[in-house]
């Protein structure tokens, strides 16, 4: 069993930047993929990043590469998103999920591969 709690998130101007984190409780974390989708309001949840379980793996969306990084630091059971230059369209409600395993980016993209969800946490960005 894996419980995820997203923090981070917040009211940010275009261009800014901010950090999100993903602690996650239990023993087996190291042997799970992570990551991190989003929802915007009306809109199905879509992938955002996901990394492996020893971080040699990485996947973006597209409309991210380049802004944003996942990393994970497993000793301390987290895992982040660090979002640069972020647009309006950014805003969403950001959830990191756990995947264990790991697989090609078209598997990684679909939500219904996670275990485990975390409660979300709003990302809001004004023009």
């Known amino acids: 069993q894996v419980q995820l709690v997203e923090s981070g998130g917040g009211l940010v101007q275009a261009g800014d930047s901010l950090r999100l984190s993903c602690a996650a409780s239990g023993r087996t974390f190291s042997s799970y993929a992570m990551g991190w989708f989003r929802q915007a309001q009306g809109k199905e949840r879509e992938f955002v990043a996901a990394?492996?379980?020893?971080?040699?793996?990485?996947y973006y969306v597209d409309s991210v590469k380049g802004r944003f990084t996942i990393s994970r630091d497993n000793a301390k059971n987290t895992v982040y998103l660090q979002m640069n230059s972020l647009k309006p369209e950014d805003t969403a409600v950001y959830y990191c999920?756990?995947?264990?395993?790991?697989?090609?980016?078209?598997?990684?993209?679909?939500?219904?591969?996670?275990?485990?969800w975390g409660q979300g946490t709003q990302v809001t960005v004004s023009s």
């Open positions: 990394i492996s379980w020893g971080a040699g793996g990485r």
């Open positions: 999920a756990a995947y264990r395993g790991w697989s090609s980016i078209t598997t990684m993209r679909a939500r219904s591969g996670y275990d485990y």
